[in-house]
């Protein structure tokens, strides 16, 4: 790891959604660690990941046992490139959802390549728990947490319809039963929301439909080494940082059924002295939300040799 820390900086990590078929194209040609990070995985998973990656198709990229390895390599490949070109350590990190995994593999918690493979199984276990097309997602903008929360208890009529990710204020995904989630987002316009709109995802995460997964996927981090963080992680589940392997296994199981808690963490990161946020990885879905958590927290989204640049410019 790269020797210096920067007090003021954390470094965020992206999940499922920001997958984009040719992502990092520019950042490999630029960096030959990009291709190694790539070769690891595709070890692991026993195909070309960087040709699916960069050529897809976008709907076999975007079927989740694809995004979460892909999405997660992305994530290390920046964090690696980062290093390489003396990026400081950053006081604390978190993930998205999956990105969390990329958090925790960055601050030497989780070996890369029992990585790979755990999200790989997380995938599996996740597309196997709901069958297809019974499970939904939606975003609600435009109307407060306690009013999205509200309307799913609402609407749930015995059905499983819960507010997952706590995105930014006023952005909230909502998870379940797609009928349920269908009645959710009506009731959701009638209360006032901007916008209430389907996502094209093939898995309700977040939600309790999940709960047979998070018991299959407890099961296989029983097998993974876990290792003590030497950069704080923030957990999607309870804003915390744990030492703990086992402690860290309960999170994680518990992330896949309770809500990602974002607005919090960005929050929390503030709390400890953060000004400053790179996004590590394809997009810039956490930089945008950001603008809306914290106007004071600068973000620079890194997905490119140029962003690169301009990240450590500005944190140097």
């Not at 630029?30 to 960087?50: C, I, P, Q, T």
């Not at 997380?122 to 609600?140: F, T």
Request: net charge negative; proline share 4%; hydrophobic share 45%.
């Amino acid at each position: 790891m790269t020797e210096k820390t920067s007090d003021h900086l954390g470094i965020i990590f992206p999940g499922q959604g920001s997958q984009s078929v040719g992502m990092l194209a520019e950042l490999g040609e630029a960096f030959s660690v990009v291709a190694d990070v790539f070769n690891e995985a595709s070890g692991v998973l026993g195909y070309d990941l960087w040709q699916r990656v960069q050529q897809g198709p976008g709907t076999l990229l975007n079927q989740t046992t694809s995004t979460q390895p892909a999405m997660l390599t992305a994530g290390v490949a920046v964090w690696r490139c980062w290093q390489a070109q003396g990026g400081p350590m950053p006081a604390v990190m978190a993930g998205h959802s999956l990105g969390e995994y990329t958090a925790l593999v960055c601050a030497d918690a989780l070996q890369f390549s029992d990585a790979v493979k755990l999200v790989e199984q997380r995938a599996q276990a996740m597309q196997a728990a709901v069958a297809d097309g019974e499970g939904a997602m939606a975003a609600i903008l435009g109307l407060d947490d306690e009013a999205v929360i509200k309307v799913c208890d609402e609407v749930a009529q015995g059905d499983v319809v819960s507010a997952v990710n706590f995105n930014s204020p006023g952005q909230v995904v909502i998870a379940g039963q797609a009928t349920a989630v269908n009645r959710a987002i009506e009731a959701a316009k009638d209360a006032g929301a901007k916008r209430a709109l389907l996502l094209p995802v093939s898995v309700p995460s977040h939600c309790a439909l999940m709960q047979p997964a998070a018991e299959q996927l407890l099961a296989h981090l029983q097998d993974v080494d876990i290792s003590s963080a030497k950069i704080p992680v923030l957990h999607n589940v309870d804003v915390s940082s744990h030492a703990d392997a086992a402690d860290i296994r309960q999170v994680l199981a518990q992330q896949l059924y309770m809500p990602v808690r974002w607005v919090d963490t960005i929050r929390a990161m503030a709390d400890r002295g953060v000004s400053q946020l790179v996004e590590a990885g394809p997009g810039k879905v956490l930089t945008g939300l950001n603008k809306r958590i914290d106007k004071k927290l600068s973000a620079f989204a890194v997905q490119d040799s140029a962003g690169l640049e301009k990240a450590l410019e500005a944190i140097a």
